[in-house]
């Protein structure tokens, strides 16, 4: 099955729909220009710690890069990095555009944590029955307006913390002038390497560069401890970088103390980049 865009429709488009698209992929090709590098932080399936782990790594790139470093929170639905980050709203709205919030380390930060009420679930308007209708193309416009309107300014790099599955990657990258490419994290186990490994192929297929697998939880360190113990089995990390012929960047344990510093693993991303 086949389907036609906007453009290839020959007849007069009286929506405007299809000059609104173009012009917001404009802006956005304009809005990233100062930005040296974009990079997709994705995986298979929640809970593996991905907000995490991108937040780890936007701290440890701040800590590398003369140029600032941002955060989109692309999890529209569960956003979390804004609070990793200690970012608040609410955001400033200008003529030019909006400014992000800005977290520890200086981190730029944009997320639907600042629009959305305490607790309050991400709802569409429209009559409730229908919203899965065309609720995939309000969530890309969502996420297109982000990279569009938001002033990111000078940056070396911007970390985009996708939802779960291959979908995110896919569609943003299809927005992304000059992406840099993709980190994949998993956890251990058989079920998350099945998981990622689609999301990677679905990536890797629609063009977009595998930088690395970043295995999480690979083992539980306790406060004063010198050694991990496993937490789940398996070897997920390996077996997807020995798939994908790609680099395993780190395995990162689990620490009750929640410590966000990532200084080894931010080596590898920036050895993954070079």
Same mark, same amino acid.
Request: charged share 25%; with cysteine; glycine share 14%.
């Given at each position: 099955?086949?389907?036609?865009?906007?453009?290839?429709?020959?007849?007069?488009?009286?929506?405007?729909?299809?000059?609104?698209?173009?012009?917001?992929?404009?802006?956005?090709?304009?809005?990233?220009?100062?930005?040296?590098?974009?990079?997709?932080?994705?995986?298979?399936?929640?809970?593996?710690?991905?907000?995490?782990?991108?937040?780890?790594?936007?701290?440890?790139?701040?800590?590398?890069?003369?140029?600032?470093?941002?955060?989109?929170?692309?999890?529209?639905?569960?956003?979390?990095?804004?609070?990793?980050?200690?970012?608040?709203?609410?955001?400033?709205?200008?003529?030019?555009?909006?400014?992000?919030?800005?977290?520890?380390?200086?981190?730029?930060?944009?997320?639907?944590?600042?629009?959305?009420?305490?607790?309050?679930?991400?709802?569409?308007?429209?009559?409730?029955?229908?919203?899965?209708?065309?609720?995939?193309?309000?969530?890309?416009?969502?996420?297109?307006?982000?990279?569009?309107?938001?002033?990111?300014?000078? /940056?070396?790099?911007?970390?985009?913390?996708? %939802?779960? *599955?291959?979908? &995110? $990657?896919?569609? @943003? !990258?299809?927005?992304?002038?000059?992406?840099?490419?993709?980190?994949?994290?998993?956890?251990?186990?058989?079920?998350?390497?099945?998981?990622?490994?689609?999301?990677?192929?679905?990536?890797?297929?629609?063009?977009?560069?595998?930088?690395?697998?970043?295995?999480?939880?690979?083992?539980?360190?306790?406060?004063?401890?010198?050694?991990?113990?496993?937490?789940?089995?398996?070897?997920?990390?390996?077996?997807?970088?020995?798939?994908?012929?790609?680099? /395993?960047?780190?395995?990162?344990?689990?620490? %009750?103390? *929640?410590?966000? &510093? $990532?200084?080894? @693993? !931010?080596?590898?991303?920036?050895?993954?980049?070079?």
């Amino acid at each position: 099955m086949s389907f036609r865009t906007y453009f290839d429709v020959p007849d007069a488009d009286r929506s405007g729909l299809g000059n609104q698209i173009a012009e917001q992929r404009r802006r956005v090709a304009q809005r990233l220009a100062s930005v040296r590098r974009v990079v997709l932080v994705m995986s298979g399936k929640g809970g593996v710690g991905k907000s995490f782990l991108t937040a780890a790594l936007a701290r440890a790139m701040a800590g590398r890069m003369r140029g600032g470093v941002g955060v989109l929170d692309a999890d529209l639905r569960s956003p979390t990095v804004a609070r990793l980050l200690g970012a608040n709203g609410p955001l400033t709205v200008t003529d030019d555009g909006v400014q992000p919030a800005v977290g520890v380390d200086g981190i730029k930060v944009m997320s639907t944590e600042f629009l959305l009420g305490e607790g309050r679930p991400l709802e569409w308007r429209g009559p409730a029955q229908e919203r899965f209708v065309s609720r995939g193309s309000l969530e890309v416009g969502t996420l297109r307006e982000f990279l569009s309107d938001v002033l990111w300014g000078e /940056l070396d790099m911007l970390f985009i913390d996708l %939802p779960p *599955g291959a979908d &995110g $990657a896919v569609e @943003l !990258g299809g927005l992304i002038p000059n992406l840099t490419g993709a980190l994949a994290v998993t956890i251990p186990s058989e079920e998350s390497r099945a998981s990622v490994s689609r999301t990677m192929r679905a990536a890797r297929e629609g063009g977009i560069r595998l930088l690395g697998v970043i295995e999480n939880m690979s083992g539980y360190r306790c406060d004063g401890c010198d050694t991990a113990r496993p937490l789940f089995s398996g070897n997920a990390g390996a077996e997807l970088a020995g798939e994908f012929r790609v680099d /395993l960047l780190g395995r990162v344990p689990f620490s %009750p103390s *929640g410590d966000l &510093g $990532a200084p080894n @693993l !931010g080596d590898a991303v920036l050895k993954a980049l070079a």
